[in-house]
T-cell receptor, first 116, second 108 residues
């Protein structure tokens, strides 16, 4: 158990819908990262938040958005869902998030999203 | 662009040594990571290199050559539980780029 929690574990929805994935970092960690893992694309970095502020943005679609709240938990919002959005979404946390952002990331168990 | 290349699959025998290679081209490079991921589970951190050289951690070691854009993960005394995917990831300008992973099959 990494100490990172993600809810829900599984989510099944239809195309065009909107969902929210939630992540609680390890106690004391200020950074939250979101990743998407699909069979054909491997693990893709989406976005990084540090202490409530966006720090870096990767291959995140405009239909997706995220935020980190004052209590440091984070939510990833996915809208206008398409079949291709079906994937495992991981959240990871780390202690710091300074300019180098190179401290160890601990991954949560993931949320499996299925879009029908 | 950012290119991370690693072999798709490797097979090795229990008790043996295996080396998994990774090449990368990452702008603003500031670190190379290795993760282990068992099927259906989350990745777990194995190692981090930012300077050239070898970092040893028990049965696992990781090497980095920044000038060559090259890293490897060395696993010694292989155990059946080491059967998993091994992900190479580089960090550049605070963004993370993962390879597709190397599936390691350890056979008795």
């Amino acid at each position: 158990d990494s100490g990172v929690t993600q809810t829900p574990k599984h989510l099944i929805t239809a195309t065009g819908q909107r969902v929210t994935l939630r992540c609680s970092p390890r106690s004391g960690d200020l950074s939250v990262y979101w990743y998407q893992q699909s069979l054909d694309q491997g693990l893709q970095f989406l976005i990084h938040y540090y202490n409530g502020e966006e720090r870096a943005k990767g291959n995140i679609l405009e239909r997706f958005s995220a935020q980190q709240f004052p209590d440091l938990h984070s939510e990833l919002n996915l809208s206008s869902l398409e079949l291709g959005d079906s994937a495992l979404y991981f959240c990871a946390s780390s202690v710091s998030g300074g300019p180098t952002s190179t401290d160890t990331q601990y991954f949560g168990p993931g949320t499996r999203l299925t879009v029908l | 662009g950012q290119n991370i290349d690693q072999p798709t699959e490797m097979t090795a025998t229990e008790g043996a040594i295996v080396q998994i290679n990774c090449t990368y081209q990452t702008s603003g490079f500031n670190g190379l990571f290795w993760y282990q991921q068992h099927a259906g589970e989350a990745p777990t951190f194995l190692s981090y290199n930012v300077l050239d050289g070898l970092e040893e951690k028990g049965r696992f070691s990781s090497f980095l050559s920044r000038s060559k854009g090259y890293s490897y993960l060395l696993l010694k005394e292989l155990q059946m539980k080491d059967s998993a995917s091994y992900l190479c990831a580089s960090c550049g300008f605070n963004k993370f780029y993962f390879g597709s992973g190397t599936k390691l099959n350890v056979k008795p």
